[in-house]
Structure formats: structure tokens, C-alpha cells
């Protein structure tokens, strides 16, 4: 390349023009002044030792050069000072309150998401915020007391971007050595973006919670400001049947905090170290005078067994990610997306053995998931709440390799009679698989809504109402299994023929009535029954009427009557139930055009 400037130029401007283009270009440079013939300056970009043909070095400032003429450069005081200052970010809050951790069987956040995002199929991206609240406690960037009570790293809050078993996800995880994990201005900005972040990229979101609430005496600018605290829950509940929300609590969520394991879709807790609860047991002291401990308030039983709010509890750290992997494998990463299929596998126990499970007698307990363990795929069954109104089963399972949202009654416990508890969540379960695209399976043996003052009292009807409106809302594919008795408003609840399922199946077992035989003699024939004064003729005229009546409810006649779709032999109900979830895959159901219900 040849190139010509003015003649006032001297040789090291010459020079230094050439060796910068030549540099640019990678070719040899020939400058030439004013009018000369011949070139002042030749600039081999080839030429070893990074000398030009002029004589002039190509590097400058004295630095030695490497082999392609430019000086070996390293990072600078600059960045040095920046990596030092990273690390002490990632140290956390005070060493003491580091060490209080292991006493708790607690990990550190950092090592905590070591765990959970390092190995095979799993990987922290990056972390947005490492910076937060900097000034407030390293005004200088110098090294600050390790023990000291002021440190703010990362504002005590972390938010990420990862991959967790093949799936991309946006994580929150409090540091509990900052603060307690208390939120405050910076880390509460941090979470906010995450969730509107999480709005864009349809992916979903984890919160592994570990924290105190607010930081009360720094409030001024986050608690009830439009982009505050507050902000949390109107995300959440934007993201909610958007993206699957999944909490884990390791440690006390008080008041604000509480607030995110309940909006999350599944919240787990880990036993022994977990709490939440909308005011700390101090609190509750000073407002009503109650002694109460914070397990007792708001532990892992009281959340499981009485309240409902947790989903799982994890016996250690550890086994929360394990369910959580689990979890994860049923749910689809959007609402846009159908749910992640998996190799089919056959069921744990032979199908043969359905119809020798289930009692003839209508009264007469089993455990349904003798029968569920014969339908699906080894290993799928995924149980949700298993300990909160544990006479309706919630679980995801595989049929055949596709998930599965299976409610079903369990006989063994209060004979299968959906009590307000059970009926609210199997309504939650429905709502969230049907959000999820997660086809569902009913299987009934119910005698219906149960009766009595105290269930009044605790709501059955509302309870009742909301299972019904979920199922009838449900446009994902339902398919459901008479598998014995469905009596009363259940068989409406478990998905019966009137709420739009794909199939109702019955097994030669089943039953469909207003009430069960001794329920129907009594209320209509307790008058004639009463007349007859011999005891054998009155029991005789009681067997015959019961008789008569399961002929007009036996399944055979709702078959008949073209009430149900058919009765399958229950050795083939597995392979019927693969056929029918597969064909109707595709399915395109809507709902009448409106706002939305007017039932929560």
C-alpha cells in the first residue's frame, strides 16, 4: 500500500503513520513526502524484531514487544483493584455471621447456588447487580472489616441467569449473612428486574428465599413506592400461569418475605430450618399476647397440614433441589409451550392387578395409588400437598412417557369424601396444570361433598364451588375414570359428564348416583321400611330395594344409557388412557369471551 503526505512531515512521523496503518491494514506500507520518488518510510508488517525498513521500532514506550511487534500487555492497577473488590463482594456479609450457617446446617448463597448450578446440564451465566448498594459500605473500593455489621454486598440479594437441568432459568437467592436477608432499596430494584426480565424471556423463575422481610430502618424509598417492595406481588402476579414460579424457603420468611412462597406456584420448605409467617412470634406477642415459637407459628408442619401453602418439604438442602429437578420435568418453561415428554416407561406394578384392587363394596377403603402405580409410567408419580386434605390425591405423573395432572380420591382416607381442604387443592392443582398445558386425569371413587356443621363452617360450599368452576374452566385435555363410586356433586368436581371431559370411562366397578344405596333406601323408603314389624322381612325388603336400586346406577346402565363413553376391562385401562391422552393432543378448546370469571 502506498500513501503520500504533506513534505513538512519529519522521518518519526513518518514512521508512526505507517506502522499504525500497516497495523490496520496487515500489509506493508510505503509512505512517501510531498512530490519525492521515493518512499521515506517502508513499514513491513513481516519484517521480524518489529523494525521498519526506515529503521524505526514499531513499539513504543520502551515496552518490550512481542512477536507480532505489539508490547505484552497485562490487566492494570485498575483492573486489579476491580477483582479485588468482586471478591470481597462474594465473601458476604460478616465472617461471624457466616460461621452461624454450618450451627444452622445452612449453606452459604454462594455455595448454595454452587449446588445447585454446577455439574452436568447446569451452569450460573451471570449475575446482574454485584455492584448494588456499593457506595453505602465501600466508598472507597478499599478492603472492608470482615465483621463488620455494615457490609451490604450485592445489597444483600442476588440475581442471576442459569441453567438448571437443561433449562434456562432466572434465579433470586437472599444472602442470609447480609442483613438477615432483609430487602432494601438496591436489592429490591434487583428483583424487580428480574421478574419483568422474566416477563420477556418466558422463562421460569426460581426464589430461593432466605429472608427476614424489610429492612425497616432503611424504608423511606422502597415500601410503598410504585417501583418498592409492594412491586413484588403485581409481578407476581403477572407472572403467574406465565412462567412456573418455584420458591424454596431455607430459612425464616417474615411478613413482606411470607409473601413470595405463597404467590410462587410450588413452594417447598426445608425441614428444621424454614419458617414463614405474616408477623415474626415477637410480633404476634405484642399484638395478642400469644407465647408461640416460630416453628410453632409457621413451620413446615403448620404449612403442610393446616394452611396448605407448602407444596413439598425437603429434608435438607440437598433433597430441595432434588424435588425441585423432579418438579420441573412435568412443567413446561411457558404457557406458550406443552410440557417436556420422556422416554415411556412401563407402569411399577402389572396392570392385571387393577380390577383385584378395587372392592366391589362400596364402603369398603383401599388405597388408590395401589391402583394409580398400575397406570403410570415407573417412577413418574410426583406428588403434591400429599399431608393437606389427603383424601383427594394431587401428583404429576407419565403416561406413556407424556405428563399427566392427576387428581384422584383416596378411599383410605375419610372414604374418599371431599372435605373443604382437599376441595381447594384439587382446585389449585387443576388451575395450575390447565395454565400449564397439563392434560388431566380424574379418577373418582367418591361419595361426594361431605355433609355436617363443622365443613359449613370451614366453607365446603365455597371450597366446592372453586373445584367445580376450576375443572369446568379447564380447557387442556381431561379424561375421566369411574373407577367406583361417584355419588353426589363429586362426580361433577371429578371432571363427570357434564364438564366437558374428553372421555368418562368406567371400570366394571363403577357407580353413578345422587347417593350411595343406603343413603337412597333410607331417605325414600324410611316410611314403608319403618311399617313392617318383622325384623328379617323388614331386612329382606331393605336388600331387594339397595338391589334394585345399584341395577338403576350400575355402569353397565350408564353405558348403556350413553351417559358414560365406555367400560374398559381395568387390566387395559393404562393402554386406553395412553391411546386417548395421545389422540386428543392436539386439542383446541375455548372459553365463552369475557373478562375473566368472578370466581377465585
Same mark, same amino acid.
Given at each position: ?13 513518518a514512521?508512526?503513520?505507517g ?7 496487515g500489509e506493508t506500507?510505503?509512505v512517501?513526502?510531498?512530490?519525492e520518488t ?7 508488517v ?19 514487544a %512481542?512477536?507480532?511487534?505489539? !508490547?505484552?500487555?497485562?490487566p492494570t492497577e485498575?483492573?486489579r483493584?476491580?477483582?479485588d473488590?468482586?471478591?470481597d463482594i462474594?465473601?458476604?456479609?460478616p465472617?461471624k ?7 444452622d ?6 455455595d ?6 454446577s455439574?452436568?446440564?447446569?451452569e450460573?451465566h ?5 455492584? !448494588? ?6 466508598p472507597?473500593?478499599?478492603?472492608t *472489616? ?8 450485592a ?8 441453567t438448571?437441568e ?9 444472602d442470609?449473612?447480609?442483613?438477615? %436477608?432483609?430487602m432494601?432499596?438496591k436489592?429490591?430494584?434487583k428483583?424487580l428486574r428480574?421478574?419483568?426480565? !422474566?416477563?420477556?424471556t418466558?422463562?421460569?423463575v426460581f426464589y430461593l428465599? *432466605?429472608?427476614?422481610?424489610g429492612? #425497616?430502618d ?8 410504585r417501583e ?6 403485581y409481578?407476581?402476579?403477572m407472572l403467574s400461569g406465565r412462567?412456573p414460579?418455584i ?9 413482606g418475605a411470607?409473601y413470595t +412462597?405463597v ?10 430450618m424454614?419458617?414463614?409467617a #405474616?408477623a415474626?412470634?415477637?410480633?404476634v406477642q ?6 408461640i415459637?416460630?416453628?410453632? /407459628?409457621?413451620?413446615p408442619?403448620v404449612?403442610?397440614?393446616?394452611s ?6 425437603a429434608s ?6 432434588e424435588?425441585?429437578?423432579? /418438579?420441573i420435568?412435568?412443567?413446561?418453561d411457558?404457557?406458550?409451550?406443552? +410440557?417436556?415428554k ?14 383385584a384392587i378395587v372392592?366391589q ?8 395409588t395401589?391402583v394409580?402405580d398400575?397406570i ?9 400437598r400429599?399431608d393437606?386434605?389427603p383424601?383427594?390425591l394431587t401428583a ?6 407424556r405428563?399427566v395432572g392427576i387428581?384422584?380420591?383416596?378411599p383410605a382416607?375419610?372414604?374418599g369424601?371431599?372435605?373443604?381442604d382437599?376441595?381447594e387443592?384439587a382446585?389449585e ?5 390447565d395454565?400449564?398445558?397439563? +392434560?388431566l386425569?380424574?379418577l373418582?371413587?367418591?361419595? %361426594? ?11 365446603? /360450599? ?10 369446568s374452566?379447564a380447557?387442556?385435555?381431561k379424561?375421566t ?6 355419588y353426589?356433586?363429586g362426580?361433577? !368436581?371429578?371432571g363427570g359428564?357434564?364438564y366437558d371431559?374428553?372421555s ?5 366397578s363403577?357407580e353413578?348416583?345422587i347417593?350411595g344405596?343406603?343413603?337412597?333406601i333410607n331417605?325414600v323408603?324410611?316410611?314403608?321400611l ?5 325384623p328379617?322381612?323388614?331386612k329382606?325388603?331393605?336388600r331387594? /330395594?339397595?338391589?334394585?336400586?345399584r341395577e338403576d346406577?350400575d355402569v ?9 363413553d ?8 393404562r393402554?386406553?388412557?395412553a391411546a386417548?391422552?395421545?389422540f386428543?393432543?392436539d386439542?383446541?378448546?375455548?372459553l365463552?369471551?369475557?373478562?375473566? %370469571?368472578?370466581?377465585l
Open positions: 500500500m502506498r500513501v503520500r503526505i504533506t513534505a513538512g512531515a519529519d522521518d518519526d512521523e514512521a508512526a503513520i506502522a499504525a496503518l500497516a497495523d490496520h491494514v506500507v510505503e512517501y513526502l510531498g512530490d521515493d518512499p521515506a518510510v517502508v513499514h513491513d513481516e519484517q521480524e524484531s518489529g523494525r521498519t525498513a526506515g529503521g524505526e521500532s514499531s513499539a513504543g514506550g520502551g515496552e518490550e %512481542g512477536e507480532s511487534g505489539v !508490547a505484552d500487555l497485562g485498575r483492573e483493584r476491580l477483582r473488590e468482586i471478591a462474594l465473601e458476604g456479609g465472617k455471621y457466616r460461621d452461624q450457617l454450618s450451627e446446617g445452612k449453606l452459604f448463597v454462594r448454595r447456588l454452587d449446588l445447585w448450578f455439574g452436568e446440564d447446569s450460573l451471570f449475575e446482574d447487580g454485584k455492584f !448494588a448498594a456499593f457506595d453505602d459500605w465501600h472507597d473500593g478499599a478492603n *472489616d470482615e465483621d463488620d455489621d455494615d457490609r451490604l454486598p445489597d444483600g440479594l442476588i440475581t442471576a441467569a442459569a438448571f437443561g433449562r434456562d432459568v432466572h434465579v433470586m437467592a437472599n442470609y449473612t447480609v442483613k438477615r %436477608g432483609s432494601a432499596a436489592g429490591v430494584e428483583f428480574m421478574q419483568q426480565r !422474566a416477563l420477556k418466558g422463562n421460569p428465599m *432466605d429472608s427476614s422481610g429492612r #425497616i432503611q424504608q423511606t424509598g422502597f415500601f410503598a413506592n418498592g417492595i409492594g412491586k413484588y406481588y409481578n407476581h402476579s412462567v414460579q420458591c424454596v424457603l431455607y430459612g425464616p420468611s417474615i411478613a411470607a +412462597p404467590f410462587a406456584d410450588f413452594t417447598i420448605m426445608v425441614e428444621g424454614s419458617a414463614m #405474616i415474626s412470634p415477637r410480633m405484642m399484638v395478642t399476647g400469644e407465647e415459637s416460630l416453628d410453632e /407459628l409457621g413451620g408442619a404449612h403442610m397440614q393446616e396448605g401453602s407448602a407444596d413439598l418439604i435438607d438442602e440437598e433433597h430441595a433441589r424435588l425441585v429437578a423432579q /418438579l420435568t412435568y412443567l413446561p411457558n404457557a406458550d409451550e406443552d +410440557p417436556p420422556r422416554e415411556p416407561k412401563s407402569p411399577a406394578k402389572s396392570p392385571e392387578g387393577i380390577d372392592p363394596e362400596p364402603n369398603k377403603g383401599y388405597d388408590m395401589d394409580i398400575r403410570v409410567d415407573a417412577g413418574s408419580y410426583f406428588e403434591l400429599p393437606y386434605g383424601e383427594i404429576y405423573a407419565r403416561i406413556d412417557g405428563p387428581v384422584a380420591n383416596q382416607h375419610r372414604a369424601a371431599i372435605f373443604p382437599a376441595a387443592k382446585a392443582f387443576i388451575w395450575k396444570s395454565a400449564f398445558n397439563i +392434560p386425569l380424574y373418582c371413587d367418591t361419595p %361426594g361433598f361431605m355433609a355436617g356443621s363443622q365443613v359449613e363452617k370451614d366453607g365446603i /360450599l365455597e371450597q366446592g364451588k372453586k373445584m367445580i368452576y376450576a375443572t374452566s380447557t387442556v385435555p379424561q375414570v369411574v373407577v367406583r363410586k361417584a353426589g356433586a362426580i361433577y !368436581a371429578m359428564p357434564a371431559p374428553e368418562v370411562i368406567g371400570l366394571p363403577g353413578i348416583a347417593m344405596p343406603e343413603a337412597a331417605a323408603y324410611a316410611r314403608k319403618s311399617e313392617i314389624d318383622d328379617d322381612e323388614r329382606r325388603m331393605e331387594e /330395594l339397595r338391589e334394585e336400586y346406577i353397565h346402565r350408564m353405558a348403556s344409557e350413553v351417559v358414560i365406555e367400560i374398559v376391562p381395568p387390566s387395559t385401562l393402554e386406553e388412557l386417548r391422552f395421545d386428543y393432543a386439542l383446541e378448546k375455548s365463552p369471551d369475557k373478562k375473566h %370469571g368472578t370466581i
